[in-house]
């Protein structure tokens, strides 16, 4: 199984500056990655698919990179709104597999 | 507009069965594979189970595999999760989701989640 570690667990910032989330695969999924944003008593929301690619509706100042093992999701200047969990997600389809990371909770500083 | 309906959370008790229901509405569901993904208490996201557009390919997490289920009925448009053997460790909400693609993608769409509560 495919083990995703997200980092850091916790990101504390301010409104404005620039957030850089990071997720490792431990063995790679080339760019079948995905990074979703969940807030409490909602559903998660898509954000990023196939590693760099925006989902419908989504900000240009949210972005994905990444390849092979290494992926970075980067908010270019924070808003109130954006402070929620962050996780990545990778798929397989075959054997079929999908696994998350654990999540980064980005709080307000 | 896309709609995910989950039902069928309750309380049940260790060792029980229960069988969710995901309907979909908004899109032709035979074009996408559908996924279970759950949230225990105070944990993360995880992935329960899978199958693509025509039920043929199916996966599970290690953690349910040989205790649940997957099934869907495309004329009903429609997805099932029979949870058998509950453990106190499956109470989570449970939600449906909805792949990119036929088979197993990224979620683009989420169902709101029903409440599973394994407890004696």
């Known amino acids: 199984e495919i083990v995703l570690t997200q980092s850091p667990p916790t990101l504390s910032l301010s409104p404005g500056e620039r957030a850089t989330l990071s997720c490792r695969a431990s063995q790679s999924v080339g760019n079948h990655l995905a990074w979703y944003q969940h807030k409490p008593g909602q559903a998660p929301r898509l954000l990023i698919y196939?590693?760099?690619h925006r989902a419908t509706g989504i900000p240009a100042r949210f972005s994905g990179s990444g390849s092979g093992t290494d992926f970075t999701l980067s908010v270019s200047s924070l808003e109130p709104d954006d402070f929620a969990i962050y996780y990545c997600?990778?798929?397989?389809?075959?054997?079929?597999?999908?696994?998350f990371g654990q999540g980064t909770r980005l709080e307000i500083k | 507009e896309v709609q995910l309906v989950e039902s069928g959370g309750t309380v049940v008790r260790p060792g029980g069965s229960l069988r969710l229901s995901c309907a979909a509405f908004?899109?032709?569901?035979?074009?996408?594979?559908m996924s279970w993904v759950r949230q225990a208490p105070g944990k993360g996201l995880e992935w329960v189970a899978g199958i693509n557009w025509n039920g043929v390919g199916i996966g599970y997490s290690d953690s349910v595999r040989g205790r649940f289920t997957i099934a869907r009925d495309n004329a009903k448009s429609s997805v099932y999760l029979q949870m058998d053997s509950l453990r106190a460790e499956d109470t989570a909400f449970y939600y449906c989701a909805r792949s990119m693609s036929g088979h197993f993608q990224s979620f683009d769409h989420w169902g709101q989640g029903t409440l599973v509560t394994v407890s004696s």
């Open positions: 997600q990778q798929r397989s389809n075959w054997p079929p597999s999908i696994t």
């Open positions: 908004g899109f032709a569901f035979d074009d996408h594979g």
């Open positions: 196939d590693a760099s």
